[in-house]
């Protein structure tokens, strides 16, 4: 019976908040999720303008196997609610010297397109790399992400050559340069840094375990734009008994007696709970929601990102759904980053076109581009209110030039015809992001997957986080773990 294990309200419609919602329904919790916006999905949006449609936020979708289990414990299949399509290829990837490759989830194919682009010396190497990729995900999916934070018990127990397996004491790029000799392969699988905001030059060789995620197991898209992943969360969510309330936001989390007892709205009403879930960015939410509680500013904030949404004029079909133009100094991109603190001159740029499988997603004749480039976390170093139209410029300015070496372009000034832009302030005001970070907590030292937040309140009793900052981290599949976790410690403490 929907409700007769208690009352939990979730802080939060994001893909954090949404999931523990959905996991706590399913197992016979009564729910209230109350959400500052008018609609799910957090990050996850979508904007329309003059016959374009774009999605704004994610725009890879990974570990499709996450969301399965997430609908399988509701007692649904996963595939009645959205069309998840394989991507193929899954990123084309084009540099300054002319050389190309499409990135594909078969190893034979990718071996042969390897061989093509840059001859046949690599091939071993990614091989290699492949079974390396993999031995980590068999390594540190079950005691880092598939569940909820690890103790340090938990940790002391894993056998020696499992700790050893784990690769923390290189970084990323050292164990990347270790198995290609080509630089541009190099780069390309140094870039699975940023899928969780952090720098390949200081991410623990760890993080490899990306590469498997997308390159062995495959990136997906769903039919009609990523938003839709958020609304068929929200049905899910409805169908199971959980009341949504959109455009509540939550002023403060109730607490007495040193337990979570409820929220108190903006309007000043008061929902009453037995336990609170808190999708909100977790240092935020400690900031905000709060008051008076221990600061959590200690960890760095993983990078934000400079966004451009463009309706452009004709029709490209050398690019791909997903496309990588990658500057010729990737070192310097991630030292302005995390070490300047300025947004880069020169980034890597990133344009996702998903008109390219979904048509109507701009008029006959034109193309929607999502265009993403790295940008560091809010400081006094950029003032995004008043660089954000020189900066938007100049982006523009790289992507032609960028475009124009690869591929023919008819009057590139006259090309875009509609812009809409996010930039990190704007990612902080929307969906309240400690300084406008992406995922919440960089991974850029050894020690972070310890030190990020665990899914229960280490103070306050009944108090549950769910999402980017917490663990165990950011990125769609991540953050839909995190709910799952969340969910499972509050009934692991509510036991009837
Ligand atoms: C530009 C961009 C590109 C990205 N690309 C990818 C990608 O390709 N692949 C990928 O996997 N991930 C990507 N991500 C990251 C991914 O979007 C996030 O990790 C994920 O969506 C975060 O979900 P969340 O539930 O943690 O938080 P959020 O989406 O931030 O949700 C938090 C929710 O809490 C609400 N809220 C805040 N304060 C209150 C309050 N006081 N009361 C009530 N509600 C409140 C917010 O409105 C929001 O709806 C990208 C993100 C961005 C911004």
Same mark, same amino acid.
Request: proline residues 6%.
């Given at each position: 019976?929907?409700?007769?294990?208690?009352?939990?309200?979730?802080?939060?419609?994001?893909?954090?908040?949404?999931?523990?919602?959905?996991?706590?329904?399913?197992?016979?919790? %009564?729910?209230?999720?109350?959400?500052?916006? +008018? %609609?799910?999905?957090?990050?996850?949006?979508?904007?329309?303008?003059?016959?374009?449609?774009?999605?704004?936020?994610?725009?890879?979708?990974?570990?499709?196997?996450?969301?399965?289990?997430?609908?399988?414990?509701?007692?649904?299949?996963?595939? +009645?609610?959205?069309?998840?399509?394989?991507?193929?290829?899954?990123?084309?990837?084009?540099?300054?010297?002319?050389?190309?490759?499409?990135?594909?989830?078969?190893?034979?194919?990718?071996?042969? $397109?390897?061989?093509?682009?840059?001859?046949? %010396?690599?091939?071993?190497?990614? =091989?290699?790399?492949?079974?390396?990729?993999? =031995?980590?995900?068999?390594?540190?999916?079950?005691?880092?992400?598939?569940?909820?934070?690890?103790?340090?018990?938990?940790?002391?127990?894993?056998?020696?050559?499992?700790?050893?397996?784990?690769?923390?004491?290189?970084?990323?790029?050292?164990?990347?340069?270790?198995?290609?000799?080509?630089?541009?392969?190099?780069?390309?699988?140094?870039?699975?840094?940023?899928?969780?905001?952090?720098?390949?030059?200081?991410?623990?060789?760890?993080?490899?375990?990306?590469?498997?995620?997308?390159?062995?197991?495959?990136?997906?898209?769903?039919?009609?734009?990523?938003?839709?992943?958020?609304?068929?969360?929200? %049905?899910?969510?409805?169908?199971?008994?959980?009341?949504?309330?959109?455009?509540?936001?939550?002023?403060?989390?109730?607490?007495?007696?040193?337990?979570?007892?409820?929220?108190?709205?903006?309007?000043?009403?008061?929902?009453?709970?037995?336990?609170?879930?808190?999708?909100?960015?977790?240092?935020?939410?400690?900031?905000?929601?709060?008051?008076?509680?221990?600061?959590?500013?200690?960890?760095?904030?993983?990078?934000?990102?400079?966004?451009?949404?463009?309706?452009?004029?004709?029709?490209?079909?050398?690019?791909?759904?997903?496309?990588?133009?990658?500057?010729?100094?990737?070192? =310097?991109?991630? +030292?302005?980053?995390?070490?300047?603190?300025?947004?880069?001159?020169? @980034?890597?740029?990133?344009?996702?076109?998903?008109?390219?499988?979904?048509?109507?997603?701009?008029?006959?004749?034109?193309?929607?581009?999502?265009?993403?480039?790295?940008?560091?976390?809010?400081? @006094?170093?950029?003032?995004?209110?008043?660089?954000?139209?020189?900066?938007?410029?100049?982006?523009?300015?790289?992507?032609?030039? $960028?475009?124009?070496?690869?591929? @023919?372009?008819?009057?590139?000034?006259?090309?875009?015809?509609?812009?809409?832009?996010?930039?990190?302030?704007?990612?902080?005001?929307?969906?309240?992001?400690?300084?406008?970070?992406?995922?919440?907590?960089?991974?850029?030292?050894?020690?972070?997957?310890?030190?990020?937040?665990?899914?229960?309140?280490?103070?306050?009793?009944?108090?549950?986080?769910?999402?980017?900052?917490?663990?165990?981290?950011?990125?769609?599949?991540?953050?839909?773990?995190?709910?799952?976790?969340?969910?499972?410690?509050?009934?692991?403490?509510?036991?009837?």
């Amino acid at each position: 019976m929907i409700g007769n294990r208690g009352h939990v309200v979730v802080i939060g419609a994001g893909i954090g908040g949404l999931s523990a919602a959905i996991r706590l329904a399913a197992r016979g919790f %009564r729910v209230t999720l109350v959400e500052k916006l +008018d %609609r799910p999905g957090g990050k996850m949006g979508e904007v329309r303008a003059d016959g374009f449609r774009w999605d704004t936020g994610p725009s890879v979708l990974t570990m499709r196997h996450v969301y399965e289990r997430l609908f399988r414990a509701a007692g649904r299949d996963l595939s +009645d609610y959205l069309d998840l399509l394989p991507l193929d290829p899954i990123t084309r990837y084009f540099w300054r010297d002319g050389a190309t490759i499409d990135a594909v989830a078969d190893e034979e194919a990718m071996c042969e $397109n390897i061989r093509r682009a840059f001859g046949p %010396r690599d091939v071993d190497g990614y =091989r290699r790399f492949m079974r390396y990729a993999r =031995r980590l995900h068999d390594v540190v999916g079950n005691p880092f992400l598939y569940r909820h934070k690890p103790g340090w018990r938990d940790l002391i127990s894993l056998p020696l050559t499992d700790v050893l397996k784990i690769d923390a004491l290189r970084t990323m790029h050292q164990a990347v340069s270790a198995h290609f000799k080509d630089p541009h392969l190099v780069q390309l699988f140094d870039r699975f840094a940023t899928y969780n905001g952090s720098s390949p030059y200081r991410a623990p060789a760890t993080l490899n375990v990306i590469a498997h995620v997308e390159m062995a197991q495959g990136a997906w898209y769903p039919r009609g734009g990523i938003f839709r992943l958020a609304r068929a969360w929200e %049905r899910l969510a409805t169908e199971l008994g959980v009341e949504i309330r959109y455009a509540e936001p939550a002023q403060e989390i109730c607490v007495q007696g040193g337990a979570a007892a409820g929220v108190r709205l903006a309007n000043g009403a008061v929902i009453h709970a037995d336990a609170v879930v808190c999708n909100v960015d977790y240092t935020w939410a400690r900031q905000t929601l709060l008051p008076g509680s221990a600061r959590a500013d200690r960890l760095e904030p993983s990078c934000s990102g400079f966004v451009l949404m463009l309706g452009v004029r004709g029709v490209h079909p050398e690019l791909a759904h997903h496309n990588i133009f990658f500057t010729g100094d990737y070192r =310097r991109e991630f +030292d302005d980053i995390f070490d300047r603190r300025v947004a880069p001159r020169d @980034p890597t740029l990133y344009l996702c076109i998903t008109s390219k499988t979904d048509p109507e997603h701009a008029p006959a004749g034109h193309e929607n581009w999502f265009v993403l480039v790295n940008a560091p976390f809010l400081s @006094p170093n950029f003032d995004w209110s008043s660089e954000a139209d020189r900066y938007a410029q100049h982006i523009r300015g790289l992507l032609i030039a $960028n475009l124009g070496r690869a591929i @023919p372009l008819a009057e590139p000034q006259a090309m875009v015809q509609v812009e809409r832009r996010f930039t990190p302030l704007d990612l902080q005001m929307a969906y309240g992001g400690h300084r406008g970070a992406i995922y919440g907590f960089s991974s850029n030292t050894r020690t972070t997957a310890f030190m990020r937040p665990g899914n229960r309140d280490r103070d306050i009793a009944r108090l549950y986080y769910a999402g980017g900052s917490v663990h165990p981290g950011g990125g769609v599949p991540l953050v839909t773990l995190s709910g799952l976790a969340a969910a499972e410690c509050l009934a692991q403490d509510l036991q009837p």
